[in-house]
């Protein structure tokens, strides 16, 4: 009878190590992210971060973008900050749980255009208290070799949205399918997200 007994008690409790198990494994896939901002934006090395157009540029900056161009380059540089939410923070019937984010393989687009592919460069901790931790990711693509078909203002214009980032209808996208460290190993998203400026994905 002891042996029965005890054997029930090692299922129950096996039962419930299980669910508490696939409870935090469904805590970890409920980040949220959002593209915050960016930062130390410039295009062949003329700053455009505070820039809404072109023609905010004052002549001298200009040329040099121009001068670039016509030379076959128009790199492209900046910090991104993504924002990621870790909403298990012990309410709403979760547990409180710190999330690690181990990778985000990216793409980043712009309109119809993929400008790059990118990811983290460390595992990022996204503590379980419903605050937004900043991700800042430093970037730079040449967009005359990656978008050769397209014209100067162009180009430019993709630059200069970009810059746009934050202000909460900007036409930049990025796509990932971020992998997040468990108990049980990896865990990798089963498709990949949409991350915009103007709300966080859920």
Do not use: W
Request: charged content about 20%; proline content about 4%.
């Amino acid at each position: 009878m002891k042996k029965k007994m005890f054997t029930v008690l090692l299922a129950t409790a096996v039962l419930f190590a299980g669910c508490s198990i696939v409870k935090s494994l469904v805590n970890l896939s409920r980040l949220q992210f959002k593209l915050q901002s960016v930062s130390s934006v410039s295009i062949a090395g003329v700053d455009v971060t505070s820039k809404k157009s072109f023609s905010d540029l004052n002549v001298f900056d200009a040329a040099k973008i121009t001068e670039s161009f016509f030379r076959g380059s128009l790199p492209l540089t900046f910090t991104l900050n993504l924002a990621a939410l870790n909403p298990n923070d012990g309410t709403g019937g979760y547990a409180r749980t710190d999330a690690q984010l181990k990778s985000l393989p990216f793409r980043l687009v712009v309109g119809d255009h993929e400008i790059l592919q990118g990811n983290i460069a460390q595992p990022v901790t996204i503590p379980g208290t419903g605050e937004v931790t900043t991700i800042p990711i430093n970037l730079t693509v040449d967009l005359a070799k990656v978008l050769k078909d397209q014209g100067y203002e162009s180009l430019v214009g993709l630059a200069m949205d970009v810059a746009g980032v934050g202000s909460g209808n900007s036409k930049v996208q990025l796509y990932t399918r971020p992998v997040v460290s468990s108990m049980l190993g990896d865990i990798t998203y089963p498709e990949e997200i949409k991350v915009v400026d103007f709300s966080f994905s859920k």
